[in-house]
């Protein structure tokens, strides 16, 4: 997942500066007017590609995942030994 993020960062990276390039070269009303659409498509393409995820979750996913894991885990423990010695 991480190459194919960084492949579509970077294809929607060279499209907005590919669209960008005739307003840079000449700011006029005119060019921003001719300009303005292409730019906001491209520039959601940029925030959609840098929106994919690296990993199948994110950080908050594992987080909880990790803070669950570690909770149960313990008691269920606990548990097992506290019926193996009879209480």
């Known amino acids: 997942m991480i190459e194919t993020r960084r492949m579509h960062v970077s294809r ?3 499209l907005y ?3 960008y ?3 840079h070269a000449q700011m006029t ?3 921003l007017e001719a300009c303005a659409a292409p730019l906001s498509a491209a520039e ?3 925030r959609r590609a ?3 995820q690296e990993w199948p979750f994110d950080d908050r996913t594992m987080a909880k995942i990790v803070g669950i894991s570690t909770g149960v885990a313990p ?3 606990a548990r097992f030994i506290l019926s193996a010695i009879g209480l």
Request: avoid cysteine; aromatic fraction near 0%.
């Open 12 to 14: 929607a990276g060279r």
């Open 17 to 19: 500066a590919e669209t």
């Open 50 to 52: 840098l929106a994919i």
């Open 21 to 23: 390039r005739p307003l």
């Open 44 to 46: 959601a393409l940029v």
């Open 75 to 77: 008691a269920i423990i």
């Open 29 to 31: 009303p005119a060019t």
